[in-house]
């Protein structure tokens, strides 16, 4: 029986096995997870420290009959220490015991994901000291907060992360400070944009530090008493870092797979590493940018799931591609809607295109209809008019107004395909101008030097 053996068993390890089984069921799937859960959704982590999900538990996203019942084998504790390509197996650590053994493979699957990135920083650990990657950091933070019932809490990083960190710890009634080293915040948003997420910040009574550099950590006890920043010291109950990830795969330095200088694994478009019988999928892995041609590292749980779908139907011999991604990311903070598409102004103008962009604010809803909000679009092309960029933020419909940003990228759609596109109208969900169209017609005017 041909055997596929996944390291990694969440997103893309759970879907690639997934997929080879129903393709496959004479293959064997035998899945290696260092940690002591499987396959949960860890994008629910931050509604977890939050209450408005209740449970962790509720965040697996198969059981275990679920698992059985599509004949994969899951192996909890077990750390995959290193790869013997040539012979076709992999050295296992037990976790616990320490035992170490050779695992056999016919297909390898390298679904190994990221880890939270620490700031290097002399003292940085403690008892009040938490990231929000895994089950793990969910459970030891929501224990934390039901425990102790810090006051306080400190969030450095303003990511998607670290702003859902925020809302949630500011639901659970704690005062937030944020902290970041740049100005950017949801990856790269626009100045205008960026504003808006900074003023609903304040207004929630969030105290948001950007551009600020910490230099030490003084810590009392087994507790982080506060950073020391060029902002002054910042003490709070709770520290919790956002700053990054990187990928998983330090276990594979030196071993042939193509690597990017982060660690991330170069893959093709059909998940294959080059080395025979070796794919890799998800959060370790490049993909390429489809609005630059670049490869570029932009871990999504989106992404794994296709990724690792794609890996295990081309592991049983179909043809499947995953071709890349545009970078399509969406986000809430507090009563507002934030979502990033394609490539920012700076990141476009860095990839060798000459910019223009235009941002508009209008209206989510019709205005004489009752309800709605502001909603601001800002939209990046090149000076021919190929659209390459877009972010919304609004109090509303964000998401359906990021995704046809993301489709027409997709597409290598124009300004001008856009101006005209036939969007849905109805008085409860958009003006009859919907901003998308008003936003990409601004850009056309400037386009045209009006
Ligand atoms: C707080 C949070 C919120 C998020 N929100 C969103 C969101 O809203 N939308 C979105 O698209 N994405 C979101 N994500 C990202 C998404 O969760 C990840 O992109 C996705 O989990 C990646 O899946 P993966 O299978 O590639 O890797 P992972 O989920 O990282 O899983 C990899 C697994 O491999 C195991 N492993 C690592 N090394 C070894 C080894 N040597 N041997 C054995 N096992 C090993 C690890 O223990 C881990 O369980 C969020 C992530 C976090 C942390």
């Not at 290193?82 to 053994?101: D, F």
């Not at 601001?376 to 609004?394: C, E, F, M, N, P």
């Not at 964000?398 to 596109?421: F, I, P, Q, S, Y």
Request: hydrophobic share 40%; aromatic share 4%; charged share 25%.
């Amino acid at each position: 029986m041909p055997r596929l053996l996944v390291i990694g068993g969440m997103a893309a390890g759970m879907s690639a096995a997934s997929k080879l089984r129903r393709l496959r069921p004479e293959w064997e799937a035998t899945v290696l997870e260092a940690g002591p859960d499987r396959s949960y959704g860890a994008c629910g982590l931050p509604y977890l420290a939050g209450g408005e999900v209740r449970d962790a538990s509720d965040l697996y996203a198969l059981g275990e009959d679920e698992i059985a019942a599509r004949g994969i084998e899951v192996r909890l504790r077990q750390r995959v220490t290193a790869l013997q390509e040539g012979r076709k197996r992999v050295e296992v650590e037990e976790l616990g015991s320490g035992r170490r053994r050779p695992e056999a493979y016919d297909a390898l699957l390298v679904a190994t994901g990221a880890r939270a990135a620490l700031p290097s920083l002399r003292g940085l650990s403690g008892e009040n000291l938490f990231t929000l990657h895994d089950l793990g950091d969910g459970r030891r933070l929501q224990k934390f907060l039901e425990v102790e019932h810090p006051r306080s809490a400190l969030v450095w990083g303003s990511g998607y992360i670290g702003l859902e960190a925020v809302e949630n710890l500011a639901r659970r009634g704690l005062s937030v400070t944020l902290i970041n080293r740049s100005v950017r915040v949801l990856r790269d948003l626009c100045p205008h944009l960026r504003e808006k997420v900074v003023l609903e910040l304040e207004a929630r009574g969030v105290r948001l530090l950007l551009e600020t550099d910490v230099g030490e950590v003084l810590s009392s006890g087994n507790r982080i008493a506060s950073l020391e920043t060029d902002r002054g010291s910042l003490a709070a109950d709770l520290f919790l870092v956002a700053t990054g990830v990187r990928p998983d795969t330090d276990f594979l330095r030196g071993s042939p797979l193509p690597m990017a200088a982060n660690g991330a694994l170069a893959v093709d478009e059909t998940c294959a590493t080059g080395i025979h019988g070796v794919w890799a999928a998800g959060d370790c892995c490049e993909v390429t940018h489809l609005v630059s041609g670049r490869p570029t590292y932009i871990p999504l749980g989106t992404t794994a799931n296709k990724m690792g779908r794609v890996a295990g139907a081309n592991i049983a011999g179909e043809r499947e591609r995953f071709p890349g991604v545009v970078g399509t990311a969406v986000t809430r903070v507090f009563s507002l809607e934030a979502g990033v598409t394609g490539l920012s102004a700076p990141a476009a103008e860095a990839a060798g295109f000459s910019v223009e962009t235009a941002t508009v604010d209008g209206w989510s809803r019709a205005g004489y209809y009752p309800g709605g909000g502001p909603v601001a679009i800002s939209l990046v092309s090149d000076r021919r008019g190929r659209l390459l960029g877009g972010h919304v933020v609004g109090a509303e419909g964000t998401k359906g107004r990021v995704d046809t940003l993301a489709a027409a990228l997709t597409a290598g759609l124009r300004v001008e395909d856009l101006v005209h596109m036939d969007l849905a109208y109805a008085p409860p969900f958009a003006p009859v101008w919907d901003p998308l169209l008003v936003a990409a017609s601004a850009l056309r005017n400037k386009l045209r030097g009006r």
